[in-house]
């Protein structure tokens, strides 16, 4: 969450100049800020998938391959596991993202 705020904070920073002109010819609050939480959005929407994929291939080659048959006392997460969370994950991120993206762009907007 800190890392949008504060990637959406910058970014929001940096194009001042186009939201002015965005403001000046009577954009409302919503169609200046959308384009900064798509931003924020897609980019922890790619985070967790990257995240996710990186969770999938450790349990499939750690846990599944190694530890399980190593340790065989313990009921160890497999791959349908992870597969069964990683919707309920992304959803996560994108939820976080955007009231993140929200609230940060709110507290720039401001007239």
């Known amino acids: 969450v800190l890392l949008i705020t504060t990637t959406i904070r910058l970014s929001a920073m940096s194009r001042r100049r186009e939201t002015g002109i965005m403001r000046m010819v009577g954009a409302s609050n919503l169609f200046i800020q959308l384009p900064f939480m798509l931003e924020g959005a897609i980019a922890a929407t790619i985070g967790a998938v990257l995240s996710v994929a ?30 069964a969370i990683a919707p309920v994950l992304v959803g996560i991120a994108f939820l976080l993202a955007a009231i993140s993206s929200v609230v940060t762009l709110n507290r720039h907007t401001r007239v």
């Open 54 to 83: 990186g969770l999938w291939a450790g349990v499939r080659y750690l846990v599944t391959d190694w530890l399980s048959q190593s340790v065989t006392w313990v009921a160890y997460v497999d791959e349908s596991d992870v597969l």
